[in-house]
């Protein structure tokens, strides 16, 4: 509600700082929706009603952000939910495009999946995403009742 991120500590729970407040520039927010922390321990925060994802160390510096409001792939309408995968690729879900967009990690546009429906593939206010350690993809797909499981596949080495 503060437009705010606050960082604590894992071994006694103390508050370590907080980063940005209500705003529109670099480094600050409009509605921030959802966190993801890079292998390196930067932090990736959907920035939703600024229609964009900002980047900080782990310490709290501004590094970049992507994203811009739009209606095509590159841009966002409503990112709620990012995540990453062990390549450092980010993934951004958009509610209002039903769909997953997946950005590299400079954050150029990659590729987007899904699209609005209730088939398997497809989303209807798609609010969140985690990747887990194998590089599984879950997406909560909210009115259609339902966690879709997708699988990241690296770039085989072409013999």
Known sequence: ANSTILRFALADHGLRGVIGRE?????QFHSPTHVAVSRAGDIYVTDSLNFRVQVF??????????GAPGDSPGFFSRPKG???????N?????ALFDNVQIFDPEGRLLLSFGSAGREMGEFWL????FIDRHDLIYVSDSYNNRV???RYLKNAEVQ
């Open 57 to 66: 160390t782990a310490h709290g510096a501004f590094v970049r952000s992507f």
């Open 23 to 27: 705003g529109i520039e670099t480094g």
């Open 126 to 129: 798609p609010s969140g995403i």
């Open 148 to 150: 879709q499981i997708f």
């Open 90 to 94: 980010t993934y951004v879900v958009d």
């Open 82 to 88: 990012v995540a990453l995968d062990s390549d450092g």
